[in-house]
C-alpha cells in the first residue's frame, strides 16, 4: 500500500514537472489531489489495510500530498514568469505608435455662430455691448417709443415678472440701444448686441419661447439708409459669400423710421426661386431701420446732429441659413449626434 502511494507521488511530480502551462498543471492537480483524484481515492479506502499499517500509510499519504503540492506550486511560479517573459518578448508596448484619437468638446453651434458675428463687426469697429435680460419697462419699450397700449407690444407677447408689467424678460436685445447710448454718451456709437431674449410663442419649427438675437446700432453724423444697407450687405457676404444679395422691404418698428425688413437672396437659385426658398428667391433674415428721433433724445443724443440706424435678427436665423437648418428646436435638444456636426 506504501509502494503504490510512493508510486501515485513519483508519477504526479513527474506529470507536474511535464505541465506545458498553468491549464495543465491544473489537470495534474485534479487527477491526483482532486476530490476524485487518485492519490485521495487510495488514501479513502483503507478499509481492507490491517489496522495497525492505517497511521503509517496515512503518514505517507500527507507527505505524499504536501510534495506534489509544493511541486505544482513551484512549476505554477515557473509557468507563470516565463508566461510574462513571453509576453513582454512579443507584446511590448510600441510608444511610437500613435494614440487612439480623443474626442474633445467643443462651442456649441449658436455660440459659434454669435462668435462669427460678434467678428464680422468688430473688425468694421463695432464693440460688443451687453444688456440685461430683466430689464425694465422703460428700456424695453417706452424708450425705444413703444408706449403702453402701443400696437407693436401685443406683437410682442411679453413676459411680465410682477403684475404692475414694470420689469420683463426683455422680448428684444433693443434694450442695449437706449442703454449703449448712456453709457457711451455722445457718438460715434459703433455697437452689436447678442443676447437671450424671451417670448410667449407657441412652440414650433420655427418659434421658440427663448431665442438670441444680435443687435446693431450705429449713431453717427449723416448716416443714411444707404449705410445700414452696405452694412447688411457686407454681413451677408461675409458669412455667406460675396455673390449673395441683401433686399429691403418697408414694414413698421415703433423704434425705426423708415422701417425694413431685409431678406438675404436664395444661396441655391441666385434669386430664380426653388424649394429651398419656397420659390421667393429670398430668405426673411432681420429687421432694420433708421434710429426713430425720439429714441435718439431718450438715449440723450441730439437727433439735429445725429443720425443712426439699427438692426436685429435671431442667431439661430443665421445659423439656420448657414448649415441648412430646418427646425428651430434641434439647436436646444442637444442631441449629441446634432451638436457633433458643427
Ligand atoms: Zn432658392
Redesign the pocket.
Known amino acids: 500500500m506504501i509502494n503504490r502511494v510512493e508510486e501515485l507521488k513519483e508519477a504526479a511530480l513527474s506529470a507536474a514537472a511535464a505541465a506545458g502551462d498553468e491549464a495543465a498543471l491544473e489537470d495534474v492537480r485534479v487527477a491526483y489531489l482532486g476530490r476524485k483524484g487518485r492519490l485521495t481515492e487510495v488514501l479513502s479506502n483503507l478499509g481492507g489495510v490491517p489496522a495497525a499499517e492505517r497511521p503509517a500509510i496515512g503518514q505517507a499519504g500527507n507527505r505524499a500530498k504536501q510534495e506534489i503540492g509544493a511541486a505544482i506550486a513551484e512549476r505554477a511560479g515557473f509557468l507563470s514568469d516565463s508566461r510574462l517573459e513571453a509576453l513582454a518578448e512579443t507584446e511590448a508596448i510600441d510608444i511610437t505608435f500613435p494614440a487612439p484619437p480623443l474626442r474633445r468638446g467643443h462651442a456649441h453651434v449658436l455660440s459659434q455662430v454669435r462668435r462669427q458675428l460678434e467678428v464680422i463687426f468688430e473688425r468694421i469697429g463695432y464693440s460688443v455691448e451687453e444688456g440685461p435680460e430683466i430689464e425694465t419697462d422703460w428700456y424695453n419699450f417706452e424708450a425705444l417709443n413703444l408706449p403702453k397700449g402701443h400696437a407693436s407690444r401685443d406683437v410682442q407677447d411679453s413676459f411680465f415678472l410682477d403684475p404692475g408689467e414694470e420689469t420683463v424678460l426683455r422680448t428684444h436685445t433693443s434694450n442695449v440701444q437706449i442703454r449703449g447710448m448712456e453709457r457711451i454718451g455722445q457718438p460715434p456709437i459703433y455697437i452689436v448686441a447678442p443676447g437671450r431674449v424671451y417670448r410667449r410663442e407657441n412652440l414650433d419649427a420655427t418659434h421658440l419661447a427663448g431665442f438670441m438675437q444680435l443687435e446693431g446700432l450705429a449713431v453717427d453724423q449723416g448716416l443714411t439708409v444707404g449705410d445700414l444697407k452696405g452694412t447688411l450687405l457686407y454681413l451677408v457676404q461675409s458669412l455667406f459669400g460675396p455673390q449673395r444679395q441683401v433686399r429691403m422691404r418697408p414694414h413698421h418698428f415703433g423704434y425705426t423710421e423708415p422701417s425694413f425688413e431685409f431678406d438675404t437672396i436664395?444661396g441655391?437659385?441666385l434669386g430664380?426661386?426653388?424649394r429651398?426658398?419656397g420659390q421667393?428667391?429670398w430668405l426673411e433674415t432681420g429687421g432694420c431701420g433708421m434710429v426713430h428721433p425720439q429714441v435718439l433724445r431718450n438715449g440723450g443724443i441730439d437727433p439735429e446732429r445725429y443720425t443712426g440706424y439699427a438692426w436685429g435678427f435671431g442667431i439661430e436665423r443665421i445659423a439656420m441659413l448657414e448649415y441648412d437648418v430646418e427646425d428651430l428646436r434641434l439647436f436646444y435638444e442637444n442631441d449629441l449626434r446634432f451638436n457633433r456636426q458643427f
Do not use: A, I, M, W
Open positions: 436664395c441655391r437659385c430664380k426661386g426653388c429651398s426658398c421667393e428667391g
